[in-house]
């Protein structure tokens, strides 16, 4: 298994491959499912749209919740093609961390001019 560093800077730079291809305006499934090839590319295990279980006083009560991109079973991936940011992505990925019991989550918004403003590291 990567150190997790290793693997963000590694995901940064198959996004920004793809945000070079593209560049910013297309859907985010579109950015997800290149993204993923890229990933994939490059020799990572990459699972999408992965159910989040949604666990209350021990019991799973739904899996209604989908995470993007979840690579290497450690670092969640959370795609946007806006405009900005809206605080509520931030909190989307942080429940997500929660209930996957993960440490560390990007948040990528393919919508940025500013490709390099548009990637956010979240820890719990």
Do not use: C, W
């Not at 699972?47 to 021990?58: A, R, S, W």
């Not at 940011?85 to 940025?112: A, D, H, M």
Request: no cysteine; proline share 3%.
């Amino acid at each position: 298994m990567k150190d997790i560093d290793d693997l963000i800077y590694e995901v940064r730079g198959a996004a920004m491959e793809v945000y070079n291809y593209f560049g910013p305006g297309l859907l985010e499934s579109v950015y997800e499912k290149a993204l993923v090839r890229e990933l994939e590319l490059r020799g990572m295990d990459v699972k999408t749209q992965l159910p989040v279980p949604i666990v209350y006083k021990g019991s799973v009560i739904g899996d209604e919740l989908r995470i993007d991109v979840l690579v290497e079973d450690e670092l969640i991936v959370e795609l946007k093609s806006v405009e900005e940011f809206k605080p509520v992505y931030y909190k989307q990925l942080r429940t997500y961390l929660k209930l996957l019991n993960k440490e560390v989550g990007l948040l990528i918004n393919f919508g940025e001019h500013d490709f390099k403003k548009g990637m956010r590291r979240i820890a719990l």
